[in-house]
């Protein structure tokens, strides 16, 4: 069986009714770090968004061994109905073709919103495999669904 990589990127601030909430562990981030536990391979994280200052700006570290992973599980958080500008750069640098990719998002509404067919856009010769959508609430109470 090939390596899988699950990548995401997390905003780390939650919708809820009309309110912005800092989270201290993104929602994302706690969505793959359950889906990494439970399959397995490696973790990576596309981008840091606590950047306001220059000195504190993460960047992100290459994948110089992308052509070894068979499967890519990329998360995020739906953000206007779609994905971050992150996610879109990360699956425009690498090549996913031949790859199964299995998004998942966490989201306070709007289900997958249009990212699944803007991977399919971004990434026309991958295998892409229906994705999870995580009400990010629903991670805290019912943490299991992403396991099952
Ligand atoms: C600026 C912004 C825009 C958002 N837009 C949407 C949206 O269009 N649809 C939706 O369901 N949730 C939306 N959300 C809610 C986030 O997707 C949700 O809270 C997510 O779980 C946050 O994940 P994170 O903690 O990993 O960043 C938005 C949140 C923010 C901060």
């Given at each position: 069986?090939g390596?899988?990589?699950?990548?995401?990127?997390?905003?780390t601030?939650?919708l809820s009714?009309?309110?912005?909430k800092?989270?201290?562990?993104g929602h994302?981030?706690q969505a793959?770090?359950l889906?990494?536990?439970?399959?397995?391979?490696?973790l990576?994280r596309?981008?840091?968004?606590?950047?306001?200052?220059?000195?504190?700006?993460?960047?992100?570290?290459?994948?110089?061994?992308?052509?070894?992973?068979?499967?890519v599980?990329?998360g995020?958080?739906?953000c206007c109905?779609?994905?971050?500008?992150?996610?879109k750069?990360?699956?425009?640098?690498?090549?996913?073709?031949?790859?199964?990719?299995?998004?998942?998002?966490?989201?306070?509404?709007s289900?997958?919103g249009?990212?699944a067919?803007?991977?399919?856009?971004?990434?026309?010769?991958?295998?892409?495999s229906?994705?999870?959508?995580?009400?990010g609430?629903q991670?805290?109470s019912?943490?299991?669904?992403?396991r099952?």
């Amino acid at each position: 069986m090939g390596r899988t990589l699950t990548a995401f990127f997390s905003m780390t601030r939650n919708l809820s009714y009309g309110k912005v909430k800092k989270l201290v562990i993104g929602h994302t981030e706690q969505a793959a770090d359950l889906i990494c536990d439970t399959i397995g391979g490696d973790l990576y994280r596309i981008n840091k968004t606590e950047a306001l200052l220059p000195e504190n700006i993460e960047y992100p570290k290459e994948i110089t061994d992308m052509d070894t992973y068979d499967t890519v599980y990329p998360g995020y958080p739906i953000c206007c109905h779609n994905m971050p500008a992150p996610v879109k750069e990360f699956l425009k640098k690498y090549s996913f073709a031949g790859k199964t990719i299995i998004p998942f998002c966490t989201h306070s509404g709007s289900g997958m919103g249009r990212s699944a067919d803007e991977i399919k856009l971004i990434c026309p010769d991958a295998r892409l495999s229906r994705g999870l959508a995580v009400a990010g609430a629903q991670l805290l109470s019912d943490p299991g669904r992403i396991r099952r």
